[in-house]
């Protein structure tokens, strides 16, 4: 091809037949930062007395981590997919719709479930896409999802209701298929599905079949489960091997021609939450700890934005920085290998039947052998530990010996995976 | 995975840091452009500038392609996707990217018919489902992707597929690179020549690189050792006060280039008199379009476009980082009014672009990360 290559900064005549115009979104955005800025400024100069002047970049930083403690804003006018997707946009449409309206101190801490008395109460929809796949179907992923959100608030999942959304033309058939691995799925769990709702839409109006499921635990210890109870040198321990369900769902869509044996990984985290906490418990016969918080601090089931997303929102409620070892985070091999021809993170994978526990570092031994004697544990690894700065930053030492941030995700890697 | 592993020895890169900091000479800063977005993409995912000696720092070029398409490219591809029955198709890096008014994804929740595709292919097989809709693929990309759209073009042309078409903004390497080196604020020393790329077009076309502007290119793959080596050559050429392209991923990128690739697009493309890229501004024969023969599968024919230049705010300054001039957090707007949720510049559009890249991954300061990271 030519070597002649000319530039101008202006458009040549007749390149752009309809004119200039200007992005007015950008233009205001620009402005609206600016002004916040100014204020911040102000506010610090009457404060301080004076301009506080560290390093040019260190200024910026700051700037930077101010814009993103500010209050969450909404700046579409329409929901997109991206609000969905677990990241950053969820995170906003949270605070600024949902939290903004409701608010109240139960649901204030934004954990996988409500904490009332010693109840726990939570509830989720899935939506997923194809409706079976291997290791699993709608059904049981919608018993076990809400089964696992009990868990991770340190319940005994007990009663759960299940809301159907059915579309016109879906075969019965199908649907008892989902029903009968839902009702596997409740007596895995010893819960019981005690009430539930049906409404049917017109052809074209869901994807065959959507379902909302609530779920009732009880709490039998005293100490709560929180992830602002994290402190620095606590350890950080994922459950097993990361990713596999959205990596399952992702390749049982079909639109990647690519194959691997993957199977969903979901299941109840019931039975092994309840073994961590009275190991750990049990453990707990030497110093008195800290009266608020237990050895175990946090657990979370890392589903939708994976451990990735779960680690980042422990690390700002705790305002602690969390230090990852690459080496150490269990991926099965096909993940791993999907997850390099899409150029996607495993820890941004969603998985179904897998956790993130948070667990004080002379704890973390008993830990693991309790995680590791369980069928559903035996894969558990210390993926991690938490430090004091930076304080909100999920850091990654790579296999390849370098360092790098483990940011909330932006946009959506995958479809719609629960 | 093992033949990736070969490429990930951290005991290598440690050798290979050693080496790197010996040819540095004392005092003299060193920076370097990694042209393409798939080594920007390398770089932060393994944190290799870890092993690069303080004198070295990498400048993230021009070469994501997301990243370079103009927002009023944009607004014409939505304008596209808005007509009575498109379905428009696009790579999902594309849905994000904002125009003068709103992304894909903004399209799509207006009511768009907009679907993610993994290749063109993909595209085609839903103009075959779908035989009363007119389906379009929202082709981007550098000589990469280029012949993958056009032996597509080609597949329809034989199968008889009438309802597809192609929204051609398919760009050249080698125009870019030349708009930077001509740029009179430039302080570069020397380039990571892009690997996909040069497996299409070969390493002849950069020899002006070396001969003309007197900088050392080498064109490396994407594994984090390929990115150390490529570093370790050009300061060893930097050293020896040579100036040569050299080919460190001969595994992949044969000296000339392919043949066949240049051949299917050429019988579907021919370059355009001019195009704009975000942040560098128009350039002459930057980029492809569909020849006069193809088009029937060319969607700027079929469609009227509005084809209005949408400006970036004067706050951003992606030309300024694209060319190596300012920093990423040196930008005025970096990190506040733009942000990686809502980017306005092409560097902070893409993952791989290099706001984004620094934002996500390089955020704060070595110092303290690497005190995080001893402890």
Request: net charge negative; proline share 6%.
């Amino acid at each position: 091809m030519t070597t002649e290559h000319t530039r101008t900064t202006t458009p040549e005549p007749g390149e752009q037949p309809g004119g200039e115009a200007t992005a007015l979104w950008a233009e205001t955005a620009v402005r609206e930062a600016a002004a916040q800025e100014a204020t911040v400024q102000e506010a610090a100069v009457r404060e301080a007395g004076h301009l506080h002047r560290p390093s040019r970049e260190d200024q910026v930083l700051e700037r930077i981590e101010r814009a993103r403690r500010g209050k969450a804003r909404i700046r579409e006018d329409l929901v997109t997919l991206a609000h969905g997707a677990g990241g950053k946009a969820t995170h906003t449409l949270i605070e600024a719709v949902f939290l903004e309206s409701f608010r109240n101190p139960l649901l204030e801490p934004l954990g996988d479930g409500a904490v009332i008395g010693d109840l726990a109460l939570t509830t989720d929809s899935f939506v997923v896409k194809p409706l079976f796949f291997p290791g699993g179907d709608i059904g049981d992923l919608a018993v076990n999802g809400t089964v696992n959100d009990l868990a991770m608030c340190g319940a005994t999942p007990r009663y759960l209701s299940a809301g159907f959304i059915l579309e016109e033309g879906f075969p019965i058939a199908d649907l008892r298929r989902i029903t009968a691995s839902m009702a596997a799925a409740a007596q895995a769990a010893g819960v019981w599905i005690v009430t539930g709702d049906t409404k049917v839409v017109e052809n074209g109006k869901a994807d065959g079949c959507y379902i909302t499921t609530a779920g009732v635990g009880t709490l039998n210890r005293n100490t709560a489960l929180s992830a602002t109870a994290v402190t620095p040198g606590d350890a950080v321990i994922v459950s097993g091997p990361i990713g596999e369900h959205g990596m399952t769902i992702m390749l049982a869509r079909g639109e990647l021609d690519l194959e691997a044996h993957l199977t969903s990984d979901t299941a109840p985290l019931h039975d092994l939450t309840a073994r961590l906490l009275s190991a750990c418990d049990r453990a707990d016969d030497g110093p008195a700890h800290g009266a608020a918080h237990g050895a175990v601090r946090c657990l979370r089931d890392a589903t939708r934005g994976g451990v990735a997303t779960v680690l980042n929102e422990i690390a700002t409620a705790s305002q602690v920085s969390i230090v990852l070892d690459e080496n150490a985070i269990p991926v099965h091999p096909a993940v791993r290998g999907a997850c390099e021809l899409l150029g996607i993170d495993p820890l941004y994978v969603a998985c179904e039947g897998r956790m993130v526990a948070v667990v004080a570092a002379d704890h973390a031994d008993a830990a693991l052998n309790a995680l590791r004697a369980h069928p559903l544990g035996s894969d558990a690894a210390i993926i991690g530990r938490a430090g004091d700065d930076p304080p909100g930053l999920v850091l990654l030492k790579t296999c390849f010996g370098g360092t790098r941030i483990v940011d909330l995700l932006v946009g959506d890697p995958l479809p719609r995976i629960c | 995975m093992r033949f990736v592993d070969e490429y990930r020895d951290a005991g290598q890169a440690r050798a290979l840091a050693a080496q790197m900091a010996a040819l540095c000479r004392p005092g003299r800063a060193y920076k370097l452009m990694e042209v393409c977005g798939g080594h920007t993409h390398t770089i932060y995912k393994h944190g290799l500038e870890d092993y690069l000696p303080d004198a070295v720092t990498l400048i993230h070029g021009p070469g994501c392609p997301v990243c370079v398409i103009p927002m009023g490219r944009l607004d014409d591809a939505i304008h596209i996707a808005e007509q009575p029955d498109v379905i428009m198709t696009s790579f999902g890096d594309m849905m994000r990217v904002p125009g003068g008014r709103g992304s894909f994804l903004d399209a799509k929740a207006r009511g768009a018919d907009i679907r993610m595709v993994y290749s063109p292919l993909d595209a085609l097989k839903i103009a075959r489902q779908n035989p009363r809709k007119r389906v379009v693929f929202m082709a981007i990309g550098f000589e990469t992707t280029a012949p993958s759209t056009a032996m597509t073009v080609l597949r329809a042309e034989t199968e008889g597929i009438h309802n597809f078409s192609v929204f051609c903004n398919h760009v050249t390497i080698i125009p870019a690179i030349k708009a930077i080196l001509d740029s009179p604020d430039l302080h570069l020393d020397g380039f990571i020549g892009p690997g996909h790329v040069s497996a299409v077009i070969g390493c002849r076309p950069y020899e002006f690189i070396a001969h003309t502007y007197g900088k050392p290119l080498v064109v490396t793959g994407f594994e984090p050792l390929d990115v150390l080596r490529a570093v370790y050559q050009i300061l060893t050429q930097l050293a020896e006060g040579r100036s040569q392209v050299e080919n460190q991923y001969a595994r992949v990128v044969p000296w000339n280039g392919n043949a066949k690739a240049l051949n299917v697009i050429s019988r579907v493309m021919e370059l355009r008199p001019y195009f704009e890229w975000r942040g560098l501004g128009s350039i002459s024969h930057s980029a492809l379009k569909m020849t006069e023969k193809y088009a029937a599968y060319d969607a700027e024919r079929i469609f009227q476009i509005p084809g209005v230049r949408v400006a970036d705010p004067k706050a951003c300054q992606c030309g300024e980082v694209l060319k190596g001039v300012l920093k990423p957090w040196e930008c005025k707007v970096f990190g506040t009014a733009c942000t990686p949720e809502t980017p306005i510049g092409t560097c902070m559009v893409s993952s791989e672009g290099a706001c984004a890249a620094y934002y996500n991954f390089g955020r704060f300061s070595r110092e303290r990360v690497k005190e995080a990271t001893r402890r």
